[in-house]
């Protein structure tokens, strides 16, 4: 629970569902907005209302009326969707949010005769009654499976490898295989600078380029770290030398940014960055169809 830094109090967003108040710890909510179109999924879990899009994102959003085995209602102009943090952002739709609530994290008890399935505990104020409901309990299994869907078809895959000290990354479904840079590329006489040499790869010739070089960075010795990225660049498969190869990184699409235009040959080559804040990382998505043109680069080849 969020504490108020002053007061020492724990916060809670308050909410009506089924003529019952109930709330949710306030450092579990992200924001509260109307309710949106949904399309529903087949097959889903009988409490997911559906999917929506929030901000571009793809947002579960899940009854708790029915998640709760309360008697259904259909929403209305009053009905809001909490959304809250989590791997996945998940919204759940109640009858209507009356307010936060700030009070000693004392005052939350767990009465011996309360199921405690779904309850973190009961706030009581008077007359009145607050439960205070577990998120983690409310998701279920079968709903956390469909924001796992979610999770995984909202993002891409990339190989990461280094250049110079820096993280750079290409769509993980164009790269056929990463081998060892040979002792020996063949060179090609009047070819582009970049363009490396050629290899032998089990019988067929392979082009490489230094990417160092393609990218305008100091070219520098070989060395046994340094990989050849084996990938179909404008339907012509070619090699990439890279200093290192890192991972394949799974990248939420809204962590994905405009790269800062620079140039105009950097924002074709390189027009986005993967910005991971709470990783402390940042790479550079390279543009293959910008960064190695058929008819430009492996002409010569």
């Known amino acids: 629970m969020r ?12 909410f009506d569902l089924a003529g019952e108040r109930y709330a949710f710890p306030m450092s579990r909510v992200r924001e509260i907005i109307r309710m949106p179109s949904v399309v529903r999924t087949p097959l889903s879990p009988p409490s997911l209302a559906g999917l929506a899009d929030l901000r571009g994102r793809v947002l579960p959003v899940v009854s708790l009326r029915t998640r709760c085995g309360l008697p259904d209602a259909a929403p209305d102009e009053t009905s809001r969707v909490i959304v809250l943090d989590g791997r996945v952002p998940l919204g759940f739709v109640v009858d209507r949010v009356a307010g936060v609530l700030s009070i000693d ?3 939350v008890r767990m009465p011996a005769t309360v199921d405690a399935q779904v309850l973190v505990g009961v706030i009581q104020d008077g007359g009145s009654m607050t439960s205070v409901l577990n998120v983690d309990r409310l998701v279920g299994e079968r709903v956390a499976e469909v924001a796992d869907a979610v999770e995984k078809a909202d993002e891409e895959l990339f ?9 750079y990354a290409v769509d993980v479904d164009a790269v056929q295989e990463i081998i060892r840079v040979p002792p020996v590329l063949i060179r090609v006489p009047r070819s582009y600078r970049y363009v490396e040499g050629l ?17 305008g960075l100091r070219r520098v010795e070989r ?12 339907g012509v498969r070619a090699g990439l030398i890279v200093d290192s190869v890192a ?10 940014e405009p790269a800062p235009k620079l140039s105009a040959e950097q924002a074709r080559v390189v027009s986005r960055v993967a910005n991971l804040p709470e990783r402390n990382r940042m790479f550079l998505l390279v543009e293959l169809d910008q960064l190695l043109v058929a008819e430009e680069a492996l002409a010569a080849v």
């Open 3 to 14: 504490m108020d830094p002053e007061g020492g109090n724990a916060e809670f967003v308050t």
């Open 199 to 215: 290899v032998n790869l089990r019988g067929a010739v392979l082009p490489v380029v230094d990417l160092r070089t393609r990218l």
């Open 247 to 256: 991972e394949v990184a799974r990248v939420g699409r809204h962590l994905l």
């Open 105 to 107: 994290p004392a005052e």
């Open 223 to 234: 060395d046994e770290r340094q990989r050849i990225v084996v990938l179909i660049v404008n």
């Open 159 to 167: 190989v990461v490898f280094r250049l110079d000290g820096e993280e």
